[in-house]
T-cell receptor, first 108, second 114 residues
Framework: KNEVEQSPQNLTAQEGEFITINCSYS?????LHWLQQHPGGGIVSLFM???GKKKHGRLIATINIQEKHSSLHITASHPRDSAVYIC??????????FGTGTRLQVFP | DTGVSQDPRHKITKRGQNVTFRCDPI?????LYWYRQTLGQGPEFLTY????????KSRLLSDRFSAERPKGSFSTLEIQRTEQGDSAMYLC????????????FGPGTRLTVT
């Protein structure tokens, strides 16, 4: 079993839909990252959080430390949100462990 | 542009050849990380540096792989005697101790071994 599990693996949505991507982890962490990867490989950090909730524009990330679970929400999705979203947890030795990613496609 | 840069962006090589990749971190960042990502998978940790010191290496980093960061600035990752299984995206990231260790990623080097 992977230490970081994401669901779903693939997600298709119509423009305007509310989207949720889930991440569960089984190890102790100091922080959790949500990352976005576009075709071509570049990775952009969306959020780093260790408790509660963060919001940036149409993106919201939440984490429940007790349940070892985090969610990434996208409100009013748009085709430009199409990308792979990766959850990564930071161990106390600063190493990142990544999930396999959720491929999101938003159609007009 | 003051982000993390990697060179080259793409490399095609024949099996058995040696390849070297370069990463230039954000200038004030003292930590530098190398990751490898194969198709359809998330990145996997390879190694990381704090300044010029290589602090940890993954078991994924066989003796054909070597990484250096001689002056604590840019880093190189060399793969000797490449194998087809080395085909992957090699990602570099950097961070600064004073910024809660948030890592900034470069665009990656895509290696194809034929």
């Amino acid at each position: 079993k992977n230490e970081v599990e994401q669901s779903p693996q693939n997600l298709t949505a119509q423009e305007g839909e509310f989207i949720t991507i889930n991440c569960s982890y089984s190890v102790g962490i100091s922080a959790l990252h949500w990352l976005q990867q576009h075709p071509g490989g570049g990775i952009v950090s969306l959020f780093m959080l260790s408790s509660g909730k963060k919001k940036h524009g149409r993106l919201i990330a939440t984490i429940n430390i007790q349940e070892k679970h985090s969610s990434l929400h996208i409100t009013a999705s748009h085709p430009r949100d199409s990308a792979v979203y990766i959850c990564a947890v930071r161990r106390w030795n600063d190493k990142l462990i990544f999930g396999t990613g959720t491929r999101l496609q938003v159609f007009p | 542009d003051t982000g993390v840069s990697q060179d080259p962006r793409h490399k095609i090589t024949k099996r058995g050849q040696n390849v070297t990749f370069r990463c230039d971190p954000i200038s004030e960042h003292n930590r530098l990380y190398w990751y490898r990502q194969t198709l359809g998978q998330g990145p996997e940790f390879l190694t990381y540096f704090q300044n010029e010191a290589q602090l940890e290496k993954s078991r994924l980093l066989s003796d054909r792989f070597s990484a250096e960061r001689p002056k604590g600035s840019f880093s190189t990752l060399e793969i000797q005697r490449t194998e087809q299984g080395d085909s992957a995206m090699y990602l570099c990231a950097s961070s600064h101790d004073g910024q809660a260790y948030e890592q900034y990623f470069g665009p990656g080097t895509r290696l194809t071994v034929t």
